[in-house]
């Protein structure tokens, strides 16, 4: 168990650097800083720490989550400034939320499985809103600042629960075809805005068809982009070793080069 004395310490020691930054004689550039100004970094943070996660490497995490907690720490200080709130109001509201949010635990709800956790936490969700429609329950809790890709798939897969759906995958694919159609127009057309407009349905679509297959479109962009990225390397790589570089190789040549790196399994 972590040294409880020695982590408040260093919680106090860093709120203590913040509000030294913060300061009439402190730093110009954090003087400045809004709690929407910090909040852009903290989205950077977070993924910073999503990556750190994924390498799991011990002091890369540890690193990444220290950016992240200072943040953090950051806009509470403003807030207190302003006097919104203080930290302290931050913790016991989230701790009273766990506790409420967890009766399982520390009530006498009794749960059977996983779903039984899910389904409780979303009625309470619900109910703290004060009973509020659907619709809202729903959508309107999904942040706008998630990525694009995950946010349409937290967005359809709400909707859907309350039976606003495709019945299968095979009618998600057909409207993807009828997206592709409409794309394919869209380009005849040489409209701009209307080739924009159909790449978003074809995307959110796409979106659609990974939920109903049981893959995370965020996921497996992302996991897609890796892998680009690891085939891209070898080819350049490849022809590196030869003194030449993509640029001056041609198209031929790169292709067989991809080739041979999805045959070694890159």
Known sequence: MENMDAARQELQELITL????????????????TMSDIGRYLLDESYEVID????NDPRHIKEELGDLLFQILFIAGIAAETGLFTLADIMAGVREKMI??????FGDVKVR??????DNWQEIKKKER??????????????RSLPALKRAQKITAAAGKIGFDWKNADEVLFKLE?????????????DAEKIREEMGD???????????????????????????????????GRLAAHGRTPEE???????????EAKDKGI
């Open 18 to 33: 913040i509000q030294r930054l913060r300061a009439p004689d402190g730093c110009p550039w954090d003087r400045r800083q």
């Open 52 to 55: 750190a996660l994924s390498e």
């Open 100 to 105: 409420r949010r967890h009766p399982h635990v």
């Open 113 to 118: 499985s996983v779903q039984d956790v899910k």
């Open 130 to 143: 004060g009973g509020a429609s659907p619709e809202k329950s729903v959508l309107d809790g999904i942040p």
């Open 178 to 190: 009828e997206e592709l159609a409409e794309l394919a127009q869209a380009r005849q057309r040489a």
């Open 202 to 236: 074809l995307f959110f679509t796409l979106v659609n068809l990974g939920r109903f297959l049981g893959v995370d479109a965020e996921e497996a962009t992302s996991a897609a982009t890796e892998k680009f990225g690891r085939r891209f390397a070898y080819v350049a």
């Open 249 to 259: 190789a041609a198209q031929p040549e790169m292709d067989a080069l991809w080739d």
